[in-house]
């Protein structure tokens, strides 16, 4: 296997378990599964957003890997940027711009600040992985996008690290 196989396979790997996960938490949203929301009761549910997020950063990652559609990979990753920095606009300016609840409203955060509010950890990590995959669409040097793409990481690990 030769060292661009290896580096396609993860994200042909990634691409449909992100894709995956994120349905799975949707369908639970639809059908008001707590245990596909919230699949252990000591930690806080997964938002609509942040699912929606996961399928779109997904799927643009998954067109990046097989090199098709490269504009509309972008698209998806610009998506997923534009969510994750309206989240923490709310989150920094308090206002509310009424996307936590567009999907699905959060009956088990009602006595909350903002339900259906995504934590403005997840919005940051969006905000870069969402950059990476722009980057990752429209320059053909992996420079550009490996920053945002380290820092999402690193928010990822910080919140796991948290739970």
């Known amino acids: 296997m030769t060292s661009s196989e290896r580096g396609t396979s993860i994200p042909l790997l990634a691409s449909p378990l992100g894709i995956a996960a994120g349905s799975i938490v949707l369908v639970g949203w639809a059908f008001d599964l707590r245990f596909l929301k919230q699949p252990l009761p000591t930690i806080a549910s997964m938002k609509a957003n942040a699912a929606l997020a996961f399928v779109l950063a997904s799927h643009s990652l998954r067109f990046l890997a097989t090199d098709r559609f490269r504009v509309f990979a972008g ?19 308090g206002l509310d ?13 009602a006595a909350t600040l903002a ?4 934590s403005p950890v997840a919005a940051f990590c969006f905000v870069a992985l969402g950059l990476a995959l722009l980057a990752s669409a429209y320059h053909t040097s992996a420079w550009l996008a ?13 919140a796991l690290t948290g739970y």
Not at 97 to 109: K, T, V
Not at 115 to 118: F, S
Request: hydrophobic share 55%.
């Open 75 to 93: 698209v998806l990753g610009a998506s997923v940027a534009l969510l994750g920095l309206l989240t923490l606009s709310q989150d920094v300016f």
């Open 115 to 118: 339900p259906g509010r995504m």
């Open 97 to 109: 711009l009424g996307i936590d609840e567009r999907l699905f409203s959060d009956p088990l955060a």
């Open 146 to 158: 490996q920053p945002p793409a380290l820092l999402s990481a690193f928010g990822g690990a910080v």
